[in-house]
Structure formats: structure tokens, C-alpha cells
């Protein structure tokens, strides 16, 4: 094995990603390829009220139709599921809506067809009859309205700190969580200058390349689900208890997935093809349209109202945040955004008083999950506007404001925790060099106005969370990484290649990569919210080092020198007196970590800070309103780069994404209808939509507790886009938009007055 | 719900095929729009003719008088690259470049282009200033209509459900002088959420006639007849004018690319550029 003391290159080279040639040869493994004999296809009939009693649901035409192998509703799903409801934090999502429905769009019954489009045929034949009920669609509004949309709510009994919320009634708060540090009320009281603001969010969409997808397939007493997720391994669990089954009776296999963002996480279609398939004993195969993906999963809109109290000097003494997130009509992970994202409110900065209210509420929209940022870019884009308009009324610089009140390693963020391997100040240094903040700037001319913004935003994260993996190494010295992060694109499989690589002094591309898997994949809580690079990272490192021991082991015995590099065949052969024989690495890995107390306070309430920031240069043609980005420059700290081409490419498309939420996307609603349900009517950027130059700065950074000083990325270029190009907008022409998305019409009408 | 999908060889079968009286009886050329419409449930057809296998439906040519011939199953890249047009209307080669993405391009044809009705598209209201016009073709015989004419309301068209367009003649533009400025609200490959077409007869900066048409924001590709004559009668001098004539009496429509205050607003603005362009550009 390698040398300990030889540092081989493996780490920190950018090498392409493992699949690449695969992929763009068309040869990659998708779920959408896969073909099962006998399998059946399955159509969803949707929901056309916002929220209504299911009076009775028509089918009988649809299962008459000639080639329709059945017709599926919510009661039917009752033979096989008795508990129909699942969720990641609520137990409140049925398989097929159950007596009530909630959103436009929600799955009421499923019609099955060897051919596809019978399917689709058939459901047109179906017909439900609602009593339509009061809906709420605004989360300022849900907060007090009297249409509630869940009667009673269903914490998932595996969270303690949920337990309290068991059986509430009358609400549409999911829930509340709240942080208070210090004496906030006080310090406004003896304030200098006191701000306030509101900024608002609109709902949006991931839109992955690949629309979700599952199969589900019996075999003897058990089910094999193959399904296109960020989480085989809660696909599992979830699947196993709503089936009243062991785990080993479920079996989860995962591809490449062509884009996930967030979109394919927990349950999705998971759960309805298991129990189609224990239904109708065939594999059963669900593929969504992009047009049904928007009545699945979406980004929340959100309402975020802040205060601050500053001294005469431009410190922030304390700060008031509240923040109400539009979960739509099923909890999804939204409980989680509220409280995890939720605490990181005040923004990267040193203030001694905070007081935090975020509250998860239901409505009668699509529901809402993590949409990469799990809710921070929601907040950067609230707290460093305000941040930018305080700078304004101040008379300060905006870098400079940010400067004197930034949140440094050693000092203690408002949950208590004290700062640690968290380059804030680097990050912004980074972007203020890069983006010559202290040059003259060329303003434009006539009616064409150029500005500038910077933004800075971090991240906790969710926490506490498991990963596991193995590493075998064989007889001929060949190594095999089973682990079951799930490559979505995001270069995963390389990296942890790569850190397999490092510790055995193999070549990186020599290193087996197994497909998640559950049957041979060991546990992995999910690939989300940037924890895997740490997470399984730390694991796969860890697994490493147990099968390294092992072999080194085996060598000293053999009499041989412990660094007995590139003759692991050899000793395999002497241990075993021929090629024979398996070494097996396990690691595991949980950070340390304490949970917030009944104040939202915690000593230790994230293994890592992500931290991300963005400045723009703009020119907005004030007689229309259309604005241009010549210049977006992305800086993040993320420790160590593994990987830093992958790393370059992670900030640029987090911040294209985030770019799209910034200046189009919306999800547009009329009466609980999306009306915009269409790549032909939703528009994510294309490549003519980008600046022209995109600089990708990844600061000088490492992180004690990563893998070879490695943390997440994949997140945190999304944190300083919106709000830098709302002060770039303002510095430009001198209106403040409050409101997602900054569309041109929108920057038209605070330049010349309102709509009429 | 099923179709039946046909594929004729020639003209006249093709022609046989369609019905007058039949309106789910539909040509179906590049399929761009037919399939967006068939997907989102606002068209059923019975019976699809495919024009593609179609010989003498493609090509450009020049005549003697300087127009231009396009067949109606010309791929709007075809047109976009074409030297032809590149010399003869340079104007709609640059048009092209900002319509959609290439792929849209490789498939659509002039004739679905010109055919489809839908007010968001940037056709229309160019060639309604190029002046150019269709050649239309049924069992009956032949019809030219001018581009102008052929819109008549939202997705409304004079083209019987038996007629095919075969060709578009855009006309030698001697000394006019064109400009297409399009506005997207959503994405840069977007439809237009605003087109404005301009064509002037110009010496340097004396207008002598002009066209302008203004598409997308409006139910149907609109020509301004009230400040084309405010400019023939004053001259650059009236372009104020003109432009408040237009704000004034075309009735812009508010729809999912933008509201039309803005679009007015934008009418406007784009109205006074493209005069100014051309003009400038060939002072
Ligand atoms: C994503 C996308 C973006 C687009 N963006 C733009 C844009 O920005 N600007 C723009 O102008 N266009 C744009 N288009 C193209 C435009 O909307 C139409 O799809 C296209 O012009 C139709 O051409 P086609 O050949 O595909 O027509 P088809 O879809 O085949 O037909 C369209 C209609 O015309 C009829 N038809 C077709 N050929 C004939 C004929 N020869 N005679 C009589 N009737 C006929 C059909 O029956 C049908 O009613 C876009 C299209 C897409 C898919």
C-alpha cells in the first residue's frame, strides 16, 4: 500500500468525473432505460380543486377501456397500506389523496396500461366529484386563516423534538421554531438607528433534467424499487414501514440521476409503485412529465419580515427575524428548512441579541421541499438586502458595513456557537478584489445605468446525520467503493473516488464505484443539503483506513514492511497461498453535535459552515426596465478542494440556478392552478441568458474535521445572487425591489410608477 | 384520441387529404407547435398529413425582379443561412438568429411558421414589412395572400382547412431599409413578448414611405397605420408623435409575458429605436 508519509496527488487533482465518457456516449445507467418483462405503466388523474371532500370518484369507463390492465384509488391502496401516509418529518402525505384533497394537482387515482398512452387515455375518462372547501394559498394569510388544510397534524413519531406537536388542531402552522439570545428588546430600546424590512419569495421550480421516475418490481416476498433518488436508503425505510415489512425485504436500486437539486428526496413516487405493484403483482413503472413535476415538489416561497437595532458606530446590536415559509399542502421537509435554515436568520454576522421566529405553514399549493439552499437563499436574500439598505441609510459603504460587523472564527454565532473554520471574511475580501470594489466604476450612460452588489451568506448543516461505507479490496489488489451518495451530477463518485485513492495510493480511475443499492450499499441518510462530501466523506476516508489497517496488518505478519505499495497482490497470495480472499473496510461516520435547546440555543449545532457569496456587475435600460449581468464573480469557502474543477462547476451552476429564481422563475397560480406548468411557459435561464464572465473563486480554506480538509459546495454559490443583484439593480438606477423575481417588468414599474 | 399519422408524396395528394369542412384534418410541417398544442390537450387531431416527404415544397430562389421565393418547407435555419437571403433581407437572416434555439430551427418550417396564427412569433409581423406574401394552394387552385392579411385574429388565420401555404415571395426591397426588434420577458430564447417591425424607404434622413408593424403584444400582427402617416407627412421631426400615435391606438394585451402597460411602454421605446437604427445606420 502507499507510503503514509507520501501525500500522492490523488486529492486536489481535477480529474474529470468517473462517468463522463459514459454519459456523453449515451451509455450511462438510467432509470428511465430500464425495461422490466411484464412490467405495466402507470397515470396519475390529478386534482382539479385546491382543496376538497372527495364525494365520489367515477372509473369505471377508464377500467372498461380496452387495454387498461386497472384502475387505482386511494381506498384500493388501503389493501396493501393501511397507514397510507408518509413524509420525512409528517406522516401526512397519503399515497393517493384519501377522502380530502388539498392542491391542484394532487394524485387521486392511477390507471395502469401496458401501453403508456392508454394510460394516459384512460385517465382522461375518469371523474371525481368534490365539495370544494375554503383554500388559503398565501402563508401570511394561512397563519390566521380559517381554511385549514390539515384537520388534525401527524409528526413522524422518529423526532423527539416533534413530539409535542402531535394531534394539533386548527392550524396551519406545521411549525414554530424559535431562537432567542440575549436581550433583543432591550437593545432596540437604547438603538442608535433601528431598520425594518420585508422581503418576499416566490415559489419555483427544480426542474431536473430528468423528470422523477420509479419502478417497482415483486419478487417472491420481497419488492425491488428502482427509482431515480437523492435517498435510497429513507426510500427503504419509509417503503418497509408502510408495508409493516422488515428493511431487507425492500430493495432500492439507484442509477445515474440526470439532475435532483432536491426534487428526489424521501418519498416521491416510491411508495404509490410499491403499492401498485403489491396490487397488481407486476412491475409497475411511473414516469412524470415535466409538466407533472410541478404539482410534486417545489422551492417555498416565503415572507421574511426583519428588524435591526445599530449603534452609532454601524454595529448591529440585535436583530428581530420572521420568517413564514409557504409550504404548500404537505409538510415534505419544510419543518426542517424552518428550523435547521431557520437559525441562521440573523445573517454571517457578530450580533449579541436575536430573536427568531420561523414558522412552517400548510396551504393549499404544490408542496414545497429542499430546493438546493434548503431554504438559505430564501434568507440571504432577505438579511443581506437589508443588510445593503441599512449601508444606504447609514451613508456607509456596503463592504464596509459588512466588514465591521462580520461574524469571525472565535466568536459566537447567535445559537451559541462559536465560529470555527468558517472564511467569512475571506469570502468577502475575495469578491471585493475581484470585483475592484475600491475602483472607480464605470456608471453608464444616457438611459443605459450600471450597478454593483456583493452578498454574503452561510450555512449550517442538518445535522445530527449517518453515513456508512465499505471499501474491498481484492486478492489482485483491485478496490471497490460501496457507498450510497448518489451521484445526481454533482461529481460525487469522483470525489469519494478519489479519497479511496488517496489513502490506498491507487490511481483514482482504477476505483469501482458501486451504484447505490441497498442490498449491498450500506446506510447513508441522503445526498442533500451539501453534507456528503463531509459525511460520506469522512466515511468512505474512514472505510479506507479500516481496510489499509487490515492489509497492513496482514503484511506484518507475513514478515513484510507495512508499506508494501503495489504488492497488496502478493500478500493476498502468501496470506491465502493463492489469489484468493477479500479485505473489507467498514467506516461509519456521525458528527458530533447538540441540539438546540427550548431557547434555539446550542454549543455545537453544525459539523461545518458552508459560506458563499456573490458580486454582480448590471446595466438596466431604464426606459424598459431589462436589466443585463456583465459580470457575476462566485466565491465560497468549502475547505479543501477535492476536486477543484468539479468545485468550479458546482458554484457556477449553483449560481446560474439561483440566477434563474433571481430574474424569472415563478411558479404562477390562479386559483390554486399552476398556469405556467410548462418548459414552454416556465424558463429557466439558457446560455444566452448568463453573464459573460462568471469568475469562480474558491477561497484558501480547510476544515479540520473534513475529509483531507474537505466540506460541502454544491449549495453555496445559490446564498449572495439574489440580494447582490437587487443592490446591483439599486445602484444602477436607484430602485429597491423587495419582492422575486426581479423580472424586467417588475424593475419597469418601480422606475416609473405602479401597474395600472 | 388516436390519430391517424399520413405521409403523402406530392402536392396533389397532399391536397386531397385535407377537408375543408374538416378542421382536425391538419398539415403538419416541422410539428413544432402542432406537438406543444397536442400535449397540452388544446388540439386533437383525426388525421395528421405530413408535408415533409413532400419534393417540391423547399428551396430558395431568386427571380429576376430581385424577390425572393421560399418554399414552404424551408427550415427556418435553412432560411437563416441562406446566402440569398442573407443578401436580398439580410434583416430576417438576423431576425432568425434570435428565434428560439437552434434545434427549433432545424425543425420548424416557413410555412408552419407563417401558418401557425399564434400572435407570439416573429414572422408575421416582419414579413407583413417586408412586404411579402404567401402562396397558397388547394384542389381549387392557387391564391396569393399578403403576410398583412393572412393573420386575422388570435390563432386565426384566412387559410381554409384544405389550402396549404407552398410558398413565401418576399419582394426585392431596393432602397428600403428594415429593422426587427424583439423583446423577451422570461428567458433570451424566449417568444417574443414584444415584436416591432420597421421598414423604411429612406434618402438619409428623409423618410419617403414606411411600414411599421408591431407583433406579439397585440392579439394579431397590427400595422400602425396612424404613425406611418404622422412619419410620411412630417418626417423624422413627427417620430414623438408617431410613437404617442401608437401607444395611443394599438390595444396591447395583457398575457403571461408581461402586462400592457409595460408592453405599451416597450412599444414605444422599441417603435423610436428602430427608426432610429435604420436611419442611422444608413445616414
Ligand atoms: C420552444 C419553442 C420556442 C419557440 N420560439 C419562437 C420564437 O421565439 N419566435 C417564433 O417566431 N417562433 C418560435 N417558435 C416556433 C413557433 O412557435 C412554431 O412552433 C413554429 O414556427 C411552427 O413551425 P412548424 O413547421 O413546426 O409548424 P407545425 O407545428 O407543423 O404547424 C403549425 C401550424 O401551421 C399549420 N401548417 C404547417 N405548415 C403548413 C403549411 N405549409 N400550410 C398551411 N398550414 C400549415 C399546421 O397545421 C399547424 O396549424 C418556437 C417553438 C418552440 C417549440
New interface residues.
Given amino acids: 500500500m502507499g507510503d503514509k508519509t507520501m501525500t500522492t496527488t490523488e486529492v486536489g487533482r481535477s480529474l474529470p468525473r468517473l462517468e463522463a465518457r459514459q454519459k456523453v456516449t449515451g451509455r450511462a445507467n438510467y432509470t428511465h432505460n430500464l425495461k422490466l418483462p411484464g412490467m405495466v405503466h402507470a397515470k396519475v388523474f390529478r386534482s382539479t380543486v385546491p382543496h376538497g371532500k372527495i364525494l365520489s370518484i367515477d372509473t369505471a369507463e377508464a377500467a372498461s377501456y380496452p387495454g387498461v390492465a386497472a384502475v387505482v384509488t386511494g381506498k384500493d391502496i388501503l389493501d396493501v397500506v393501511p397507514e397510507p401516509y408518509y413524509g420525512p418529518a409528517f406522516h401526512d402525505q397519503p399515497i393517493l389523496a384519501l377522502n380530502k384533497v388539498r392542491y391542484v394537482g394532487e394524485p387521486v387515482a392511477v390507471v395502469l396500461a401496458d401501453d403508456p398512452?392508454i394510460a394516459a387515455?384512460a385517465v382522461?375518462l375518469i371523474d371525481a366529484v368534490y365539495e370544494e372547501l375554503p383554500a388559503v394559498y398565501d402563508e401570511t394569510e394561512a397563519m390566521t386563516s380559517d381554511a385549514v388544510v390539515h384537520d388534525e397534524l401527524k409528526p413522524a413519531g422518529t423526532f423527539p423534538d416533534l413530539k409535542h406537536l402531535n394531534g394539533r388542531k386548527d392550524t396551519n402552522i406545521a411549525l414554530d421554531f424559535h431562537l432567542k439570545q440575549g436581550h433583543a428588546d432591550a437593545a432596540f430600546a437604547s438603538a442608535a438607528h433601528v431598520f425594518a424590512h420585508s422581503f418576499q419569495t416566490q415559489q419555483t421550480m427544480h426542474t431536473p433534467m430528468e423528470p422523477i421516475i420509479s419502478l417497482a418490481e415483486p419478487s417472491g416476498d420481497r419488492l425491488i424499487i428502482h427509482t431515480a433518488s437523492q435517498s435510497p436508503s429513507f426510500v427503504r425505510s419509509e417503503v418497509a414501514r408502510l408495508l409493516g415489512w422488515s428493511e431487507n425485504r425492500v430493495q432500492v436500486k439507484v442509477g445515474h440521476l440526470g439532475g435532483g437539486f432536491g426534487a428526489k428526496l424521501y418519498i416521491k413516487l416510491e411508495a404509490l409503485v410499491a403499492a401498485l405493484a403489491l396490487l397488481c403483482r407486476r412491475p409497475v413503472r411511473l414516469s412524470l412529465s415535466m409538466?407533472e413535476q410541478f404539482y410534486t415538489i417545489s422551492k417555498h416561497a416565503s415572507t421574511f419580515h426583519i428588524k435591526s437595532a445599530v449603534d452609532k458606530d454601524g454595529r448591529i446590536t440585535a436583530r428581530k427575524c420572521e420568517v413564514l415559509w409557504n409550504g404548500g399542502a404537505y409538510a415534505d421537509i419544510g419543518p426542517r428548512v424552518t428550523q435547521k435554515s431557520g437559525f441562521t436568520a440573523t445573517g454571517p454576522y457578530d450580533i449579541a441579541a436575536a430573536d427568531i421566529d420561523s414558522y412552517a405553514l400548510y396551504t393549499n399549493r404544490p408542496p414545497a421541499g429542499a430546493l438546493r439552499g434548503f431554504g438559505i437563499p430564501q434568507l440571504v436574500w432577505a438579511y443581506e438586502s437589508h443588510t445593503d439598505l441599512i449601508a444606504r441609510e447609514l451613508g456607509m459603504d456596503p463592504v464596509e458595513f459588512r466588514r465591521r460587523n462580520i461574524l469571525k472564527d472565535g466568536r459566537p454565532h447567535v445559537t451559541g456557537t462559536v465560529m470555527k473554520d468558517a472564511a467569512i471574511d475571506a469570502v468577502l475580501e475575495t469578491l471585493a478584489e475581484r470585483m475592484r470594489w475600491s475602483e472607480p466604476f464605470d456608471r453608464g450612460e444616457g438611459t443605459v445605468k450600471r450597478g454593483r452588489g456583493v452578498a454574503i451568506g452561510f450555512k449550517a448543516c442538518v445535522s445530527p446525520t449517518t453515513s456508512v461505507a465499505t471499501v474491498t479490496v481484492a486478492a489482485d489488489g483491485s478496490v471497490t467503493l460501496h457507498h450510497a451518495t448518489v451521484d445526481m451530477g454533482q461529481g460525487s463518485d469522483t470525489a469519494m473516488a478519489q479519497i479511496v485513492a488517496e489513502v490506498l495510493g491507487v490511481r483514482t480511475e482504477e476505483i469501482r464505484v458501486v451504484d447505490p443499492d441497498t442490498d449491498v450499499t450500506p446506510y447513508d441518510m441522503a445526498t442533500l443539503g451539501s453534507r456528503s462530501t463531509f459525511h460520506m466523506g469522512n466515511a468512505v476516508r474512514k472505510a479506507a483506513e479500516h481496510a489499509r489497517t487490515q492489509l497492513d496488518d496482514m503484511a506484518k505478519s507475513l514478515g513484510m514492511a507495512e508499506t508494501a505499495a503495489g504488492r497488496v497482490k502478493e500478500v493476498f497470495r502468501r496470506t491465502y497461498g493463492m489469489q484468493a480472499g477479500t479485505v473489507v473496510g467498514v467506516g461509519t461516520y456521525i458528527p458530533e453535535y447538540v441540539s438546540p435547546n427550548e431557547d434555539g440555543l446550542s454549543d455545537n449545532v453544525t459539523p461545518f459552515w458552508m459560506i458563499g457569496g456573490t458580486g454582480v456587475e448590471v446595466e438596466v435600460d431604464t426606459?424598459?426596465?431589462?436589466t443585463k449581468l456583465l459580470k457575476m464573480v462566485n466565491a465560497a469557502d468549502l475547505g479543501t478542494a477535492l476536486n477543484p474543477r468539479i468545485v468550479e462547476t458546482q458554484l457556477s451552476g449553483a449560481a446560474i440556478m439561483q440566477l434563474g429564481f433571481t430574474v424569472?422563475e415563478e411558479m404562477?397560480l390562479d386559483g390554486g392552478q399552476v398556469?405556467?406548468a410548462?418548459l414552454?411557459?416556465y424558463?429557466?435561464?439558457?446560455i444566452?441568458?448568463i453573464p459573460p464572465v462568471i469568475e469562480n473563486c474558491i477561497v484558501d480554506a480547510h476544515t479540520e474535521t473534513g475529509p483531507f480538509g474537505a466540506k460541502g459546495v454544491g449549495e453555496s454559490a445559490t446564498f449572495g445572487v439574489s440580494p447582490a443583484v437587487a443592490e446591483a439593480i439599486q445602484d444602477a438606477c436607484g430602485v429597491r425591489l423587495t419582492r422575486l423575481p426581479m423580472?424586467?417588468?417588475a424593475i419597469?414599474?418601480a422606475l416609473?410608477g405602479d401597474?395600472? | 384520441m388516436s390519430f391517424e399519422l399520413i405521409s403523402p408524396n406530392t402536392l396533389r395528394d397532399a391536397l386531397d387529404l385535407l377537408d375543408v369542412d374538416d378542421p382536425s384534418i391538419r398539415p403538419f410541417s416541422g410539428g413544432t407547435a402542432l406537438r406543444l398544442m397536442m400535449k397540452s390537450g388544446v388540439f386533437s387531431p383525426s388525421k395528421l398529413v405530413v408535408l415533409r416527404g413532400i419534393p417540391d415544397l423547399s428551396g430558395i430562389e431568386i427571380s429576376d425582379d430581385g424577390s425572393l421565393t421560399i418554399g414552404a418547407l424551408s427550415t427556418l435555419a435553412e432560411v437563416e443561412t441562406s446566402a440569398l437571403v442573407a443578401r436580398q433581407v439580410p434583416v430576417l437572416a438576423g431576425a432568425l438568429k434570435h428565434l428560439s434555439n437552434r434545434r427549433v430551427r432545424n425543425v420548424a418550417r416557413i410555412g408552419g411558421a407563417i401558418a401557425h396564427g399564434d400572435p407570439h412569433m416573429d414572422l408575421p409581423p416582419l414579413l407583413s414589412a417586408l412586404n411579402a406574401e404567401v402562396i397558397v394552394e388547394s384542389r381549387n387552385g392557387r391564391r396569393h395572400i399578403a403576410v398583412e392579411d393572412l393573420v386575422i385574429g388570435y390563432y386565426e388565420t384566412l387559410l381554409e382547412p384544405d389550402e396549404l401555404i407552398v410558398a413565401l415571395r418576399i419582394p426585392a426591397q431596393d432602397d428600403w431599409h428594415s429593422a426587427y426588434r424583439k423583446v423577451t420577458a422570461r428567458s433570451a430564447d424566449d417568444w417574443p413578448a414584444l415584436g416591432v417591425a420597421t421598414s423604411i424607404s429612406h434618402e438619409g434622413k428623409e423618410i419617403r414611405d414606411i411600414r411599421l408593424v408591431v407583433g406579439a403584444a397585440t392579439e394579431r400582427p397590427t400595422r400602425l397605420d396612424i404613425s406611418e402617416g404622422v412619419l410620411r407627412s412630417e418626417g423624422v421631426a413627427g417620430l414623438p408623435r408617431a410613437v404617442e400615435a401608437a401607444m395611443e391606438s394599438v390595444e396591447v394585451m395583457d398575457d403571461s409575458h408581461g402586462s400592457a402597460t409595460w408592453k405599451k411602454a416597450l412599444l414605444g421605446v422599441e417603435l423610436r429605436r428602430s427608426v432610429e437604427e435604420i436611419l442611422g445606420r444608413n445616414a
Fill in positions: 398512452r387515455e382522461e409538466e426606459e424598459t426596465g431589462r424569472s404562477i398556469t405556467n410548462s414552454a411557459d424558463k429557466i435561464p439558457g444566452k441568458d423580472t424586467a417588468e419597469f414599474h416609473h401597474k395600472k
